[in-house]
């Protein structure tokens, strides 16, 4: 063997040492608890979609000298992934993590993950915010794992143009008074289509949500969470007043190609809003449709769709400075700001009061006051009890069962049959 | 794990005063080295496997024995997971979608890459390399590009195939609404994307097929058709095997296109009419928190249908060696 061949091979044989011990020494685990009451060089905050935080940090960073690492994620539908495997690994979780309504039943169900907010927030909040939603927060054991941010009460938006080409009233408060009950609401509709012909509401699901948060009841679990999906008068409602729609429904179910498509097309002319969604019904209608659309109270009153908390996972290293931002973030001032920069409407009831909320306009939507009718429509949001898999059982059993039903694929026996059944496997836990 | 003792050979190069024991500690060197450096040549690669192959299949047999909550408790059941997923009517929907699905992707492509490898290895055609890398294209393309694409074309109300199929007189196609036209649309993208690489892979067998073989049947009188079916054929078979393994291995792994079709949802269609085993898989194991354990079960009765269809194939490949 000649030198330069056994130099060679044993510069590769380094190389792959280096390269191993390199990767294993990577996996190291650096477990630096900090000291009682020192104050952290830097805290994480994790949100999803648009929560309206981006100067509020900045404000906190000068204030406090503590540096924030604002992460967002787009979607929910990532964001719910990347959080489970931080909490199920035990580490990389942010000092303070959104939860969405959906994802937070859920995460109630194993609130050892998260921190009691009890003891790190000054005791007077609790009656700052709507009642319901802050009793939301709190875990079956009682423990407060959440802090209100937002809340997603229903408005109507419409087509002007369209309304008034079949001949109906275009003025927010008469469309408003064409609805003032679900049966109001499917008449306007039944006329828009002997007029024009086409379809007028997006889809029976969308329907569905509407009727579902009005209730005021249990839905797909009583309050023991025993699964109740079959017997539920507020699941049973909803899914009626839904099915009987299915003749003024364009059959595009919300987030489909059909529907996003529909709002340029027309195949519609009124779909439900909670106030974060006026972004996106802008978005898919374009720049060529800005005026047209007009936003009118939901029929029967109230309604809710979405809305979230912000939580300290049990595994951050400062609890008492993360629920400190937390409740900086969700105090009256900040919701007002967070609102005026993305839309996220307020539950706290200061913020709710607020001028600067209250004479807020939208300028998309014909200068719509949303911020007058979102704020009427919250404080008739009436509190539901969502069980710990209410997403699941909404997504993959509730809402697939009506669709079917829509699509002509099931009989309306048929359909709530395989809804029953379904929401049995969905919704154990 | 420790690799110092095969990594800290004494070096050589200090300088020794003594020459016969520099000698001797080459001798060492050159003993050790024969020995231990060809387990750290391959150590890279049994590292990675060991972290994302190995691990990850035993830690994901061991959820499979428990009641696995992803954030909460893990009860050991046994095989009670296993026992369940015999009898749950969503895993047999899900096995049948798959394979409904694998075939109608399979066959067709398959028989249209024999068809254009055939093309593309005529000694007349022009511009071959061409031809060649533009069949490869679609491959290049990534996945959620074509499902995002191709679930617009397949759109109910302005969908570009149910215009042109309107231009015909059909009515408009829920292509969402039922297993035949779901399965339709998902083999499409499939075929799509990997109609070029598989013929690729043919034509490169169809290249090794010695020429004087055409030459003597063609001196004997035998036409182009019959040089195809006798010649061609039966010497492509153990490539043509190849190639239907891999497409088995990535139709039974089928994931990203019909999830993308169902808009995200996982469920596949409102009565599950395209759910794929990967996706079941994934509504289980990671959609629903609480059901880990079960997941791991379809993850594993995956891995076993596949080995299960690879035996098949082994069995093909066998006797076509014979």
């Not at chain 1, 009987?244 to 987030?255: F, G, L, Q, R």
């Not at chain 1, 097309?265 to 209608?285: E, R």
């Amino acid at each position: 063997m000649s030198l330069t061949t056994r130099r060679s091979r044993m510069a590769a044989a380094t190389l792959a040492a280096i390269t191993a011990v390199g990767g294993l020494a990577a996996c190291g685990n650096d477990d630096d608890t900090p000291a009682e009451g020192e104050k952290p060089a830097k805290l994480v905050v994790d949100t999803f979609g648009e929560m309206g935080y981006d100067e509020l940090v900045k404000q906190y960073e000068k204030e406090t000298g503590i540096k924030i690492e604002l992460r967002k994620t787009a979607q929910l539908g990532e964001y719910r992934p990347k959080l489970v495997r931080y909490l199920a690994t035990g580490k990389g979780a942010a000092d303070v993590t959104a939860l969405e309504e959906g994802i937070l039943n859920e995460f109630k169900a194993n609130p050892r993950n998260w921190a009691d907010l009890t003891p790190l927030v000054s005791s007077e909040i609790a009656d700052d915010y709507l009642p319901w939603k802050w009793e939301l927060g709190k875990a079956p054991d009682g423990r407060l794992i959440g802090l209100p941010t937002d809340v997603g009460s229903l408005a109507v938006c419409y087509r002007k143009d369209l309304f008034e080409a079949a001949g109906l009233p275009t003025e927010r408060d008469a469309v408003a008074a064409l609805w003032p009950d679900w049966n109001g609401f499917h008449q306007t509709g039944q006329k828009y289509k002997q007029a024009t012909g086409k379809a007028f509401v997006d889809s029976i699901t969308a329907v569905s949500n509407g009727v579902l948060f009005q209730q005021g009841t249990d839905l797909f679990y009583d309050k023991e969470n025993n699964i109740i999906a079959d017997s539920s008068p507020a699941v049973k409602a909803a899914w009626e007043t839904a099915t009987s729609m299915v003749d003024i429904s364009a059959k595009a179910s919300t987030w489909s190609p059909e529907w996003s498509g529909g709002f340029k097309q027309g195949t519609f002319a009124a779909t439900f809003c909670p106030s974060w969604m006026l972004g996106i019904v802008a978005d898919n209608s374009g720049e060529a449709n800005k005026g047209k659309w007009d936003v009118a109270a939901v029929p029967g009153g109230g309604g809710n769709w979405g809305g979230s908390w912000l939580a300290v996972p049990e595994q951050s290293k400062y609890p008492e400075e993360a629920a400190k931002l937390a409740e900086f973030l969700t105090n009256a001032t900040s919701q007002v700001e967070a609102f005026k920069a993305k839309g996220p409407l307020p539950t706290n009831l200061e913020a709710l009061k607020d001028e600067a909320f209250l004479s807020y306009t939208n300028e998309y939507f014909s200068n719509a006051p949303t911020g007058k009718i979102f704020g009427e429509s919250v404080a008739k949001i009436e509190p539901v009890h969502l069980g710990p898999k209410h997403q699941a059982v909404k997504e993959n059993a509730f809402e697939p069962a009506m669709r079917a039903f829509e699509n002509g694929q099931a009989s309306k026996d048929k359909a709530w049959e395989q809804f029953t059944k379904d929401a049995q496997t969905q919704g154990a836990f | 794990m420790s690799l110092s003792a095969t990594t800290a050979p004494p070096s050589p190069a200090a300088p020794p005063p003594d020459t016969s024991s520099r000698r001797r500690r080459g001798y060492l060197f050159n003993r050790l080295d024969l020995k231990y450096s060809p387990y750290l040549y391959i150590a890279p690669f049994f590292l990675i496997f060991g972290t994302f192959g190995l691990y990850p299949m035993l830690r994901t047999a061991w959820m499979s024995l428990h009641d696995w909550d992803m954030i909460g408790d893990h009860t050991f059941i046994g095989l009670e997971n296993y026992r369940e997923l015999v009898t749950d009517e969503y895993f047999w929907n899900a096995l049948i979608n798959t394979f409904g699905i694998f075939a109608l992707s399979t066959i067709p492509q398959l028989l249209m890459a024999l068809f254009l490898a055939n093309l593309l290895n005529q000694t007349l055609l022009r511009a071959k390399t061409f031809f060649r890398m533009a069949i490869f294209v679609p491959n290049v393309v990534s996945v959620a590009a074509v499902a995002i694409v191709f679930g617009m074309l397949f759109q109910r109300d302005f969908g570009l195939f149910n215009w042109l199929l309107s231009l015909v007189g059909v009515d408009q196609i829920d292509w969402r609404a039922q297993e035949w036209s779901s399965w339709t649309a998902i083999a499409t993208m499939v075929n799509w994307r990997w109609t070029g690489y598989n013929t690729l892979i043919l034509l490169a067998g169809m290249q090794a097929i010695p020429k004087d073989l055409y030459e003597a049947a063609a001196i004997d009188g035998a036409s182009q058709w019959r040089q195809f079916w006798q010649i061609t054929l039966p010497m492509l078979k153990p490539t043509f095997i190849f190639v239907v393994i891999l497409s088995t291995i990535g139709g039974m792994q089928l994931f990203t296109e019909p999830l993308l079709f169902a808009n995200g949802s996982i469920i596949g269609g409102n009565q599950r009419e395209y759910q794929t085993l990967a996706m079941y898989m994934y509504e289980k194991g990671i959609y629903n928190l609480s059901t880990a354990g079960y997941g791991a079960a379809v993850a594993w009765a995956i891995f076993m249908i596949i080995v299960l269809v690879s035996l098949i194939n082994f069995v093909l490949v066998r006797r076509a060696a014979k």
